[in-house]
């Protein structure tokens, strides 16, 4: 069994004001020096079999296919052992 | 006979009785389409309805896009078929990619739920034959996620091939790049919108009955095709 981890994040350029409203409300919640907060999706998914570059690849696949929208997010994969 | 449209229910469509009455309405024939069909029963139009398609899940339209009924209606899309999909329909127009750009999270945060005014941009559609450039129409807008983006050139292709097809009129309602409400694909049978014009096609139940339009539109093209 092996595990993949897939981050996703909004492109720099759009817009994210659910992060700006996390950034304010932890102004207000007394954290001092907090200048930016983006928000993103975390996914992690199990797979059957080897964590090799198959796996990889795969998983690439599944992140740009379903997980992320290419044309407002970018996103990293990560596969643990 | 009367023209077919297809109105497609996924799990989670809210509007899809509005869509089909719209559509009767303006003096079409409904076929009731479900998001496990694999292909539109010969209709000659298909509408896909807003709501909240598999609960909004990961991102709107973003499952919805790869349920059966999808492939059928991108491969008939694609041979020039019209399309209209309304706000949920936006998103999955979009997600699908028949529409470029994608739908985020209005920038107020806020749902917005009002009826908003919006111009007729373009009426070389087939969703929008039936309107004079730059009328100005009111029709419900309702959504929490519904702010067009797109990158500079493909906001810059958009105007100048005549693609924006609706724009907000007054205070942006949801932080839209340029004010955009509506695009259409470059063959312009498939349009997408995030306000409601099958809200408002009847004057018991809507502000105006200003978006029967869209529908009258697309039935008068189906009849001359």
Partial sequence: ?81 | MAPTVGVVTFPGSLDDRDAARAVRLAGGQVVPLWHKDTHLMGVDAVVLPGGFSYGDYLRCGAIARFSPIMSAVVGAAREGMPVLGICNGFQILCESHLLPGALTRNDSLHFVCRDQALRIESTATAWTSAYVPGQEVVVPLKNGEGGYVADERTLDELEAEGRVVVRYLGANPNGSRRAIAGIANAAGNVVGLMPHPEHAVESLTGPTTDGLGFFTSVLERLVHA
Wanted: net charge negative; aromatic share 4%.
């Fill in chain 1, 1 to 81: 069994m092996a595990r993949v981890v897939v981050d996703v994040m909004l492109k720099p350029e759009i817009l994210d004001p659910q992060g700006q409203a996390v950034l304010h409300a932890l102004g207000r919640l007394g954290f001092d020096g907090v200048s930016a907060v983006r928000q993103g999706k975390r996914f992690e998914i199990e797979v059957d079999g080897p964590a090799d570059a198959d796996l990889a690849a795969r998983a690439e696949q599944m992140a740009a296919t379903l997980l992320a929208n290419l044309v407002i997010e970018d996103f990293t994969v990560r596969v643990e052992g």
